[in-house]
C-alpha cells in the first residue's frame, strides 16, 4: 500500500523551531522522477502550498521565504520541513504530498498525500 507517514508536529512557542517528516512506504523516492512537497491549512483557510522540491531545486511559499528548509532523503525515501523562527501564523495541519513519475516505465503518475500533521504555535 502506498502511504505517506508525517511526524513532528506539536505545540512550540513563536520563535521556536520545529522538524517535521515524512516518511514513504510502498514506494521508494529513487524509483521516481519525483516531486515532494509541504502543504498546510489553517482552520478556515484554503489548502497552500509551503515548500516544494523536485530535480529542479526548490521552491517556498514567500511567508515562509528565509525560515523554512525542505530537504530530502533518498535513502530514507524521507522528505522534511525544518522550521525555524515559527510565528502564530504558522498554525496549520500540515501534509506532505508526492507526484511523480516512475523511472523506465509507462503510466500514470502516482500521487500520495499524508494524513496531516498539527502544528501550533502559541505562547
Known amino acids: 500500500q502506498v502511504q505517506l507517514v508525517e511526524s513532528g508536529g506539536g505545540l512550540v512557542q513563536p520563535g521556536g523551531s520545529l522538524r517535521l517528516s515524512c516518511a514513504a512506504s510502498g514506494f521508494t523516492f529513487s524509483s521516481y522522477t519525483m516531486t515532494l512537497s509541504w502543504y498546510r491549512q489553517a482552520p478556515g483557510k484554503e489548502r497552500e502550498l509551503v515548500a516544494a522540491i523536485s530535480s529542479g531545486g526548490t521552491n517556498y511559499a514567500d511567508s515562509v521565504k528565509g525560515r523554512f528548509t525542505i530537504s530530502r532523503d533518498n535513502a530514507k525515501s524521507t522528505v522534511y520541513l525544518q522550521m525555524n523562527s515559527l510565528k502564530a501564523e504558522d498554525t496549520a495541519v500540515y501534509y506532505c504530498?508526492?507526484?511523480?513519475?516512475?523511472?523506465?516505465?509507462?503510466?500514470?503518475?502516482?500521487?500520495?498525500w499524508g494524513q496531516g500533521t498539527q502544528v501550533t504555535v502559541s505562547s
Open positions: 504530498n508526492a507526484v511523480g513519475l516512475r523511472r523506465g516505465v509507462l503510466g500514470p503518475p502516482l500521487t500520495c
